[in-house]
């Protein structure tokens, strides 16, 4: 599976899954755009892939298509793609009820590890390998207040399949050339 589709099946999955978490909401934004862009003044997850991981060989078939009259040939290559996703949201403690950023990444991770997006990804041959620790740190903001970043990895496979397809050869001729 390509990149975009994959961000956009594990934003999809994610959002799918925020009433039923308790997480009405939520922005699931895409990081790093090539476009300017600020920070949400609402609290908002933020996704993006970290590194894709090749696992094995390249699987390869040839099928011949007798309808077509051609060889049908496949490279399967099975992936690990890791993902992080951060959130920000601001503290305030006027409002204690308000989830923390901290509080937010940790709904996600049990969006991601719930059987509704399991047999969501899983419909689109993608799986979840493992979600990591919720890391918090802090950083002084553009007020000079502490504010949480926290972040987590979480790691799906899939895979990439190449399809190409050769023409059957009409006609050979060997022939002998003198030099």
């Known amino acids: ?40 003044t609402q609290p908002t997850a933020y996704l993006y892939k970290l590194y894709d991981h ?22 399967t290559q099975q992936y690990t793609t890791t993902f992080q996703i951060s959130a920000l949201a601001t503290q305030d403690p006027k409002t204690p009820t308000q989830y923390t950023a901290s509080d937010i990444l940790n709904l996600i991770a049990s969006i991601l590890q719930s059987g509704v997006t399991i047999a969501t ?16 740190p802090y950083f002084l903001d553009d007020h000079q207040r502490n504010e949480a970043a926290p972040s987590l ?27």
Do not use: C
């Open 1 to 40: 599976m390509l990149d975009n589709a994959l961000i956009a099946l594990v934003i999809s999955a994610i959002l799918a899954g925020e009433s039923a978490a308790g997480l009405p909401d939520t922005p699931v934004k895409q990081a790093f755009q090539p476009t300017a862009q600020g920070v949400n």
């Open 54 to 75: 090749r696992v094995g060989f390249v699987a390869r078939s040839d099928v011949w298509d007798k309808a077509g009259g051609f060889m049908v040939h496949t490279e």
């Open 121 to 136: 990804l899983e419909a689109q041959d993608v799986g979840i390998l493992h979600i990591d620790e919720v890391r918090n």
């Open 153 to 179: 990895d979480f790691t799906l496979t899939h895979k990439q399949v190449i399809t190409t397809r050769s023409p059957a050869i009409g006609e050979y001729q060997f022939r002998i050339i003198e030099v």
